[in-house]
């Protein structure tokens, strides 16, 4: 660390960072399913060993993947490494989130966690996240499933949800016609009052769409 020309910022108990925030794509609005890349240095400033782990926050897991590379490591007395972290976004959101630097010390084996929040924010795709949706009152249903009025970002919304299958693959193969052929209603404006047709990304099954009204 003392032959290096990168700034380190010292979060204390003998860990030191060149950023405490990572901000994918320089804030800029990311592409769905496309992997991201970003670099923190992590250094010992530590008369002692260091074992360094990076582990996820996992309760906002299913809406991206987070992976770093490496994944733990030692670093002596006064050394650091650079560890490569990589992201994907599966649907349209605004993730703010965080990762733990786990570090152990091999003197006294205290563990010690250190938060580096990142953030990231996709444009706006088909693949919507469902929690931006907020249901209102049941329209009606059908053979289909059933259709609620609701809100999307400010915007009235018609919510369609598919009925479950027992058969996950048909109802797969169901919602990819579906989808498509509303998608190309709405593109040849067959139903001027159905203006825009979005599907919803679920982690569960791909069962919701979406129409603004």
Known sequence: M???NIRFISLNDGIAVNKTEIVFNDGDEVNVNEKLRE???VGNTTK??????ILTNTSQNEKFEFTSNPQLIVLGKGEACEFEFFVTLFCTSKIQSFFLLVATAFDTQRIIYKEINFSLTAQLTT???PDELKEDKKLGEGSFGIVYKGTLRGNLVAIKK???SRNSMNLKMKWRCWINLDVSISSISMAPYLYQVRSVWSPNSLNL???KI
Do not use: P
């Not at 002692?48 to 782990?53: A, E």
């Open 2 to 4: 003392s032959h290096s």
């Open 209 to 211: 769409g979406v129409y």
């Open 39 to 41: 670099l923190i240095c």
């Open 162 to 164: 598919m009925k479950t």
């Open 48 to 53: 002692h060993n260091m074992k360094i782990q």
């Open 127 to 129: 693949r919507l996240d």
